[in-house]
T-cell receptor, first 112, second 114 residues
Framework: GNSVTQMEGPVTLSEEAFLTINCTYTATGYPSLFWYVQYPGEGLQLLLK?????DKGSNKGFEATYRKETTSFHLEKGSVQVSDSAVYFCALRTGGGNKLTFGTGTQLKVEL | DGGITQSPKYLFRKEGQNVTLSCEQNLNHDAMYWYRQDPGQGLRLIYY???????QKGDIAEGYSVSREKKESFPLTVTSAQKNPTAFYLC?????????????FGQGTRLTVV
């Protein structure tokens, strides 16, 4: 079956620090990969996605590259802000699939 | 603006009661989903529906029921058979079932058993 593993949090960084949140996956077929962000008390919002190997998804300064050889989709941002504090979920979906498979989420706290 | 609306935002239930969580979307999406979120466990799929009048169990369907009588509505009932219903419930929808389609989420309903 499909599964997603992401690093446990919380991750605490100072503003303007570099962020990496690791995500690896196991999937049958060729999945599409997603990062979702959840702000306190809210639902999930799509942050970025990549649908095939070597694709790079990017949005709001965040990036992630679909690495088939290492089955990874690590999230990066060069300079985080306090407003980036949230929970980040890595997820995958396979072709014809009916559901997203989520990781357990990584809480990010950015301090001044 | 198009989107998904969940109501209520907060819900309190006495033990032994059934409660129904509402989910409405005006995105004209075919597929709809219910997820449960617990601390440290990510999101787990309860039920999903690809078309009207059809739905399938997800990974943790026991103690829950759904209906899909209209394309835009997918209510979830938490029955008294659900042993630990306190959680954050999220409804989502997608345009289709292809792997690369994005899921849109509602703001969630926090259910607490009192």
């Amino acid at each position: 079956g499909n599964s997603v593993t992401q690093m446990e949090g919380p991750v605490t960084l100072s503003e303007e620090a570099f962020l990496t949140i690791n995500c690896t996956y196991t999937a049958t077929g060729y999945p599409s990969l997603f990062w979702y962000v959840q702000y306190p008390g809210e639902g999930l919002q799509l942050l970025l996605k990549a649908t095939k190997a070597d694709d790079k998804g990017s949005n709001k300064g965040f990036e992630a590259t679909y690495r088939k050889e290492t089955t990874s989709f690590h999230l990066e941002k060069g300079s985080v802000q306090v407003s980036d504090s949230a929970v980040y979920f890595c997820a995958l979906r396979t072709g014809g699939g009916n559901k997203l498979t989520f990781g357990t989420g990584t809480q990010l706290k950015v301090e001044l | 603006d198009g989107g998904i609306t969940q109501s209520p935002k907060y819900l309190f239930r006495k033990e032994g009661q059934n409660v129904t969580l509402s989910c409405e979307q005006n995105l004209n999406h075919d597929a709809m989903y219910w997820y449960r979120q617990d601390p440290g466990q990510g999101l787990r799929l309860i039920y999903y529906s690809q078309i009207v009048n059809d739905f399938q169990k997800g990974d943790i369907a026991e103690g829950y029921s759904v209906s899909r009588e209209k394309k835009e509505s997918f209510p979830l009932t938490v029955t008294s058979a659900q042993k630990n219903p306190t959680a954050f419930y999220l409804c989502a929808s997608t345009q289709g079932t292809a792997g690369n389609t994005e899921a849109f989420f509602g703001q969630g309903t926090r259910l607490t058993v009192v």
